[in-house]
């Protein structure tokens, strides 16, 4: 049996047992990896009006420091210097009323996992990497906060240097 066949036949045995225990797995994996392939990580903690933290492209972070209650903490660290996060794109969501943290976060993932295969050069589903995003609060909101960051971070630990085209 060729290998071909042979990952074949795998690859339908584990859809039938899949198939047959009821789990979602495959519309799961699917949707997680399919051709719209949507990232979702959880989402996290922003910043109060009092203590709004603007964040730029390639800048690299302590993520302790970063989400701390203390506004009076510097997060922003030297990218030659081990740090768990780069800041890798962000975007603008549209002006009006907050919108709900659930169309925030399906937006965030879809556009940070579009940037991440580019930023990085491979897609998000095969990356060894991750990412997290950080979006506007209702009160950040209220302050003219509108910006969603996205920062890519290794799931082993610090980096040193920046994780663009890192190829993996």
């Known amino acids: 049996m060729t290998f071909t066949r042979l990952f074949a036949a795998a690859a339908t045995a584990a859809l039938a ?5 009821g789990c979602t ?20 903690r922003t910043f109060s009006a009092s203590g709004l933290v603007v964040l730029k492209l390639g800048q690299c972070l302590d993520k302790a420091k970063l989400e701390d209650a203390d506004k009076e903490t510097d997060p922003l660290i030297a990218c030659s210097k081990p ?35 580019k930023f990085v050069g491979v897609d ?25 960051d996205c920062a890519i971070f290794d799931p ?12 993996r």
Do not use: N
Request: include cysteine; aromatic fraction near 14%.
């Open 17 to 21: 047992v899949t198939a047959l225990s």
């Open 25 to 44: 797995t495959i519309s799961t994996l699917y949707q997680a990896y399919g051709p719209d392939a949507q990232a979702t990580p959880l989402p996290t």
């Open 156 to 167: 082993d630990g610090k980096t040193v240097g920046s994780l663009k085209y890192a190829d």
């Open 83 to 117: 740090h768990d996060l780069e800041v890798f794109s962000h975007f603008a969501l549209k002006d009006g009323p907050y919108p709900s943290v659930e169309s925030i976060v399906s937006d965030a993932a879809a556009r940070c996992a579009r940037s991440f295969t």
């Open 124 to 148: 998000f589903g095969i990356s060894d990497l991750d990412f997290i995003y950080y979006y506007p609060t209702e009160s950040s909101w209220a302050a003219g906060d509108r910006m969603v």
